[in-house]
């Protein structure tokens, strides 16, 4: 069964820094692009941010370019979003999901985590 | 990157069918045949339901059904059944983009 477990999340201050991570099992996790994506308050998903299996191509929204970093680790089945300089419409809850595909560009989210939550507040 | 265009509620008795719309453009919905919808219960993970534009996965009742016509894709829920009660996205994930959409509350009467 696939099993997808985020951490990390919490409250920080605007300008501040927050690192989630994803705990991948069930799958053999070096083999599939992995997302980021999130949820804010009352809203609809947003993507976030994509890594392919070996870090060769990296995406990410035009709303969080710059200020977030998507890595992964194989040998440890994780997936990591470093997210800085944290803004108040950064406010949802992350989710990591897998994507299945033919190549990086195309294809679909086919399991998702249970999210954590981000909350950038004074 | 623009999110597609659902419509923002829907509903349906027990046993009818609805039908949720999902707009784009040729760039997106219109170009590929990515298009996936989603099942998500608050406070639950989202669960897919409709792959590739009208690809059901193994576990998802055949009460579900997706297709597609120029840039718009639909969802249909026949049969529907009070456990049908929640939020649908949909979603493509072509080229380029990586769009979702604005999600519609899917409401049994």
């Known amino acids: 069964e696939v099993q997808l477990v985020e951490s990390g999340g919490g409250l920080v201050k605007p300008g501040g820094s927050l690192r989630l991570s994803c705990a991948a099992s069930g799958f053999t996790f070096s083999s599939f692009t992995m997302n980021w994506v999130r949820q804010a308050p009352g809203k609809g998903l947003e993507w976030v941010s994509s890594i392919s299996t070996s870090n060769g191509y990296i995406d990410y929204a035009d709303s969080v370019k710059g200020r977030f970093t998507i890595s992964r680790d194989n040998a440890k089945s994780s997936l990591y979003l470093q997210m800085n300089s944290l803004r108040a419409e950064d406010t949802a809850v992350y989710y990591c999901?897998?994507?299945?595909?033919?190549?990086?560009?195309?294809?679909?989210?086919?399991?998702w985590g249970q999210g954590t939550q981000v909350t950038v507040s004074s | 990157q623009s999110a597609l265009t659902q419509p923002p509620s829907a509903s349906g008795s027990p046993g009818q069918s609805v039908t949720i719309s999902c707009t784009g453009s040729s760039s997106d919905v219109g170009g590929y045949n990515y298009v996936s919808w989603y099942q998500h219960h608050p406070g639950k993970a989202p669960k897919l339901m409709i792959y590739e534009v009208t690809k059901r996965p193994s576990g998802v009742p055949d009460r579900f059904s997706g297709s597609k016509s120029g840039n718009t894709a639909s969802l249909t829920v026949s049969g529907l059944q009070a456990e049908d009660e929640a939020d649908y996205y949909c979603?493509?994930?072509?080229?380029?983009?990586?769009?979702f959409g604005g999600g519609t509350k899917l409401t049994v009467l």
């Open positions: 999901a897998r994507v299945v595909g033919p190549d990086f560009w195309n294809g679909y989210v086919d399991d």
């Open positions: 979603s493509s994930y072509a080229g380029t983009k990586k769009v």
